[in-house]
């Protein structure tokens, strides 16, 4: 769902497309058979440039479990044996048999050769890498093997525990949260601008992907003492630890101003992923559109302020944006979503404003507007994100209540605690080689999903069809493979594919994944 365009659009029937997930590994297919993936020993990450071949130029950067990106796009990698790679990226698979020797890499595609180089953290092409050149004796000892080297030696990634937290370069600041010892997830920030981080361990540091905007940008990290050095695009920063920072108060925009002071009660969201304040008479209602805030409206009442709350994960597009860029990315929309409805709202005066929401950045804007009676109405929205997650808190408010009402609902806002629900690799891992179906029959004929879950996080979507066709002709049966990427958040099955994006609930038996529920009905695994 668009940052902005939140659940009371679903109220007046202009409703979005469905949560995202970051980017996760996946496995892929051949035309012959299935790949028996098996993990990377470390030997082929790095950066790789092409030099003679269908390769050529073109710049591959393979990174410790599963992630890789070519020209900057990113995808995924899995090892078939002991001399064949597949590459998945959105618009392309590679699948080639592979020999390396020293910094050279032979990838033999569709029969044909093609060379590629390592390259170093500097852009140029490296002859001999050595560990002895990579690791200072002193960051080995910090060194911590994952797994342990069989037979003593250089260990296969470094434990990133430590990375943990606010570093500083500058007017740059990189903060980092742990995905577990081998991974982390951040933010990289200069004034404004923001770049969401994901990076994985290697044996000599970390490298990942700075992603803003839909765009990603692959990157190094290799520590120096107790300073990280961070390299992209041929460019270095040296960043050092920022003492008794906490993460998130760089560059903290102001408070939310007009927020009510009265007395108010708690709500706590039943998941247990967000919780706020709102006054004691006023009450709250989960459907499928959101949480509907009733200001203490009776049934005789009329309807003068629509309060809604909804949370989500971002979309892929909005990692690296701030909550004041998502705002006004999708301002456009939001008056048009309401137009539709009849409710006419002006260009708002400025741009989003940025907000600090407790120890979340923020951001809020507001609209004048009339209905077509002709009444005004005000029209307020703000939001607040968290590891990937979001919130966000809006009104469509008659003005001559808006006094009235608009405190309370930046109060929602300002004392918005959030707990976003952490990724579930265990049940995801219950999903490997099983899949789920969902169908629907019509006099028209059948229409249905099979879900294919593989291991990586791999998930490749069957469509089937059968029946007759909207101009008169009679369609016997067909089929559409699609392959994308799925994570388990929560209690929630994201499926993310090229060109859609799906969630789910899954049904639990204890520990035990059970089924998924699709279309209000329980699909059993098979």
């Keep these: 769902m668009k940052f902005t365009l939140i659940a009371f659009f679903a109220v007046l029937a202009s409703v979005t497309s469905g949560h995202a997930l ?14 028996s993936p098996r993990a990377d020993d470390g030997s082929l990450l790095g950066t790789w440039r092409g030099t003679t071949g269908a390769l050529r130029k073109r710049e591959l950067v393979l990174q410790a479990g599963g992630v890789c990106s070519m020209d900057g796009v990113a995808g995924t990698w899995v090892l078939d044996g002991a001399d064949r790679i597949s590459i998945q990226l959105p618009s392309e698979t590679i699948d080639a048999r592979f020999e390396r020797d020293g910094t050279r890499l032979d990838l033999r595609i569709d029969g044909k050769r093609s060379r590629m180089r390592l390259r170093a953290a500097s852009g140029d092409d490296v002859e001999e890498i050595h560990e002895s050149q990579e690791i200072h004796e002193s960051q080995k000892r910090e060194v911590t093997a994952s797994p342990a080297a069989p037979f003593g030696g250089a260990p296969l990634a470094l434990d990133l525990t430590s990375w943990a937290g606010t570093h500083r370069s500058g007017d ?19 004034g404004e601008a923001a770049w969401r981080v994901t990076l994985v361990a290697t044996a000599t540091g970390a490298a990942g992907c700075l992603s803003s905007a839909g765009e990603g940008h692959p990157f190094e990290v290799v520590p120096s003492g107790t300073r990280l050095v961070l390299s992209c695009g041929g460019q270095s920063l040296t960043f050092e630890r920022a003492t008794g920072v906490e993460p998130g108060s760089l ?29 004691a008479h006023w009450t709250a209602e989960v459907n499928g559109s959101g949480l509907i805030i009733n200001p203490g409206f009776q049934a005789t009442d009329t309807l003068d302020a629509l309060i809604l709350v909804d949370t989500g994960r971002l979309e892929a597009a909005d990692l ?51 209905l077509a009676t002709g009444q005004a109405v005000d029209a307020w929205i703000g939001g607040a994100t968290a590891k990937g997650y979001y919130v966000t808190v ?19 806002l300002a004392t918005m605690e959030l707990s976003p629900p952490d990724r579930r690799p265990e049940l995801e891992q219950q999903l490997v080689g099983r899949r789920v179906s969902d169908s629907t029959t019509t006099e028209s004929g059948f229409f249905g999903h099979v ?39 929560g209690t929630v099955l994201y499926l993310t594919f090229p060109k859609s994006e799906l969630s789910y609930d899954l049904v639990l038996e204890g520990a035990r994944v059970t089924g998924v529920r699709m279309s209000d009905k329980f699909r059993a695994l098979e």
């Design 22 to 35: 970051p980017v996760t590994c996946f496995g892929s297919s051949h035309a012959n058979g299935v790949v």
């Design 172 to 190: 740059w600041s990189l903060e980092l949260a742990m995905d577990g010892a081998f991974a982390a997830q951040g933010t990289l920030r200069r």
């Design 251 to 279: 560059l903290q925009a102001p408070g939310l101003e007009g927020v009510a002071t009265t007395p108010s009660k708690n709500y706590v969201d039943p998941n247990g992923h967000f919780r706020f304040e709102m006054p």
């Design 320 to 370: 690296g944006l701030t909550p004041a860029q998502l705002i006004d990315r999708d301002e456009a929309d939001v008056r048009q979503a309401y137009a539709a409805q009849g409710i006419r709202l002006n260009r708002p005066r400025a741009g989003a404003k940025a907000v600090q929401v407790g120890s979340y950045p923020g951001g809020v804007q507001e609209w004048k507007g009339t």
């Design 394 to 412: 809006g009104g469509i408010l008659v003005s001559s209540r808006t006094e009235e009402f608009l405190p309370h609902v930046k109060r929602i």
């Design 451 to 489: 879900y294919h879950f593989g291991p990586g996080g791999t998930v490749r979507s069957e469509t089937l069809f059968s029946g007759s066709m909207n101009f008169g002709s009679d369609l016997a049966s067909a089929s559409m493979d699609d392959v994308g990427q799925y994570a388990v958040v």
